[in-house]
């Protein structure tokens, strides 16, 4: 998640200027009129699903209801952490909360899995837009209920928008610093109000966070880090757990919303259970006994060479790729320019040089990764080329007050290919040239700057598989004088040293929305983030630029639009260099125990197989058979 340090202040009258400019737009007025109750919102109007539709397309209404789905969460939200947990607050800026915490609670409005922006009415029966676009009123369904019976209300929705405003985690607190209020007007009436400095996706975002209850939170402090268990009311509640070892979350068979189209024919597991492994190793062990029935599989040595186990040879485990989501996705290393040596490209450029990719992708990889490039990879925002019309007339517009990096007009930045010995000799040149022209010498094989300070690069990792990829990149760097380490941290310590930004380089990977909105990208990329504990902008990126460019992409009144200020945003991300690229592909790596049912093709913009996948009674019996 260099460049010109600039204040909060800075960044806040930036972005409402760029936005006052564009005449404030708000989501297209095709299928989002203001006044008219609607079932529907998306960023440019276009839905798919019509009002009180049956389910959606990729739901399975007549799966079998029952079983358990034990699988390790490829992906994880807030303050969750795939390793460990030790609180039940998914919420809080604190602790490390499990994975899929969030299915236990309902939101006011739900995303569509094979549509790139369309939210539909979920806990809301209907939202209502103000002429001016900045207050959005909810109708709630009376059948909404908690799951100790009792009627979820607007209440609990002012409460939640609030609490997530003043102690929320980042991920909620920074696309909320646009939202003056939330009010219940009745207790089936809620009522969100901006301040008109909001992006025109930002509700997008925002009626899909989860509600939580305001009468259970009188006697339980939000920002509390506990293992106490919340008042829930999703398709799932909290089962059995073991902090830091598992967690189950058990189908709730009486479920208020389960007749309608937004839950029809998902959640068929009975229990979801997430395993807890510090290493992928044991995770795989786990898998190969059984313990464990789903896994995708991030490493791609294991996934080459060790599905040789007794059950898959016996076809009890089926491996299998399934396509990617149509959604840009980001694997990239963040070089913490808070600190002082990271702070010239130069120096960034001569360190990203000592990573060769080819020798990497060919010797540890098996060749299953591509290159990466940009941090918007595998979608219409990944640029090629030199600008386009539109980009350079964006260029241009904004040239006036903010300084493009030099380049910007010519071919999209891509970093120079080895020779993929391991030690390319031409790129080790020119690190050591960069190196020199920013102002390290060599002294006794240590670099050096002019004040006697020494080039400390420290890599920090959560898991010993990234010893393995990244050693060689730390020899290399060695090797032309740089002091640098690997430092392997327990995931707890991680999650907490980079939420605190106290790192030298650390790796991230995240799937962006389809459509990114300006409320993800300033929390990656943005200037108010970069002063935010638990942000993503890991990287520290402080840059007006930047900013400008981030609320362009929020004020684009057309897909076209967007996909233009996406484009010239990721020219300058790629000319900045605080983030190196890594690598990429094109699918998921799957295998699972031969039990289980689902759909296909499967949705384009999101895959949570344990809510769309099911056991098969048929093929659960065969393997038990076996």
């Not at 209907?126 to 059948?143: A, K, Y």
């Not at 405003?165 to 939202?179: C, I, R, T, W, Y």
């Not at 300084?403 to 020779?419: L, Q």
Request: with cysteine; glycine share 6%; net charge negative.
């Amino acid at each position: 998640m260099t460049g010109i340090f600039g204040s909060r202040r800075t960044f806040l009258a930036l972005t409402g200027g760029i936005i006052a400019s564009a005449a404030f737009p708000r989501l297209s007025l095709a299928q989002n009129p203001p006044g008219e109750a609607l079932h529907g919102l998306s960023a440019f109007g276009d839905l798919k699903y019509p009002r009180n539709f049956a389910h959606f397309d990729y739901a399975s209404p007549d799966a079998p209801k029952g079983g358990t789905f034990n699988f390790q969460p490829p992906n994880w939200y807030f303050n969750q952490n795939h390793q460990t947990f030790n609180t039940l607050n998914t919420f809080a800026r604190r602790g490390d909360a499990p994975p899929r915490m969030e299915n236990c609670f309902d939101r006011l409005m739900v995303e569509a899995w094979d549509e790139p922006d369309a939210i539909y009415a979920h806990l809301a029966e209907s939202v209502t837009i103000s002429d001016d676009g900045n207050t959005f009123r909810f109708r709630l369904r009376p059948e909404a209920r908690w799951h100790d019976g009792t009627p979820i209300t607007a209440h609990d929705v002012a409460f939640t928008y609030k609490a997530l405003k003043q102690d929320g985690h980042p991920e909620f607190s920074l696309p909320l610093a646009v939202l003056s209020e939330a009010i219940a007007e009745d207790d089936m009436t809620a009522r969100l109000v901006f301040d008109g400095r909001q992006s025109a996706m930002a509700i997008l975002t925002i009626a899909n966070f989860p509600i939580i209850s305001a009468e259970w939170h009188r006697e339980h402090a939000f920002t509390d880090a506990k293992l106490d268990r919340p008042l829930t009311s999703g398709p799932y509640t909290i089962g059995r757990f073991r902090p830091g070892s598992f967690i189950e979350y058990e189908r709730v068979g009486d479920y208020w919303a389960k007749d309608l189209g937004t839950s029809r024919g998902l959640d068929h597991f009975q229990t979801v259970r997430i395993e807890f492994h510090t290493e992928r190793q044991s995770g795989f062990e786990a898998f190969k006994k059984g313990e464990v029935t789903f896994r995708q599989e991030f490493t791609a040595k294991v996934w080459a060479t060790e599905y040789n186990f007794p059950a898959y040879e016996e076809g009890k485990v089926v491996k299998r790729l399934f396509p990617g989501e149509l959604r840009p996705s980001m694997q990239a290393t963040a070089f913490n320019t808070r600190r002082p040596q990271f702070r010239d490209r130069r120096v960034r450029d001569a360190i990203a040089l000592c990573f060769d990719f080819a020798w990497t992708n060919d010797k540890l990889f098996h060749g299953a990764y591509d290159k990466s490039h940009s941090l918007f990879s595998g979608s219409p925002y990944e640029t090629v080329g030199k600008p386009d019309v539109a980009e350079r007339a964006l260029i241009d517009r904004l040239s006036d007050r903010f300084a493009f990096p030099d380049g910007i007009m010519h071919e999209a930045y891509e970093e120079p290919p080895s020779d993929g010995s391991g030690r390319d000799r031409s790129r080790l040149r020119k690190a050591i040239g960069l190196l020199r022209d920013a102002g390290w010498a060599n002294r006794n094989g240590e670099l050096r700057n002019a004040d006697g300070q020494r080039l400390d690069v420290e890599m920090l990792v959560r898991a010993t598989i990234f010893i393995r990829i990244f050693n060689p990149w730390v020899e290399t760097m060695r090797s032309i004088g740089i002091n640098a380490s690997l430092r392997l941290v327990d995931p707890a310590q991680y999650r907490a040293r980079v939420g605190e930004f106290d790192f030298d380089l650390a790796g991230y990977a995240l799937s962006w929305n389809a459509t990114p909105t300006q409320s993800s990208l300033d929390n990656v990329f943005g200037s108010l983030a970069a002063d935010t504990p638990n942000s993503r902008n890991w990287a520290g990126i402080t840059d007006p630029l930047v900013d400008a460019l981030i609320a362009e992409v929020g004020a684009a009144g057309s897909r076209h639009e967007h996909r233009t200020a996406m484009r010239v945003l990721d020219r300058v991300l790629r000319q900045r260099r605080d983030w190196i690229p890594n690598w990429t592909s094109a699918n998921h790596r799957a295998a699972f125990w031969d039990i289980f049912g689902f759909k296909e093709p499967k949705p384009d913009y999101l895959w949570p197989v344990e809510r769309l996948w099911w056991v098969d009674p048929a093929k659960a019996e065969a393997l038990e058979e076996t």
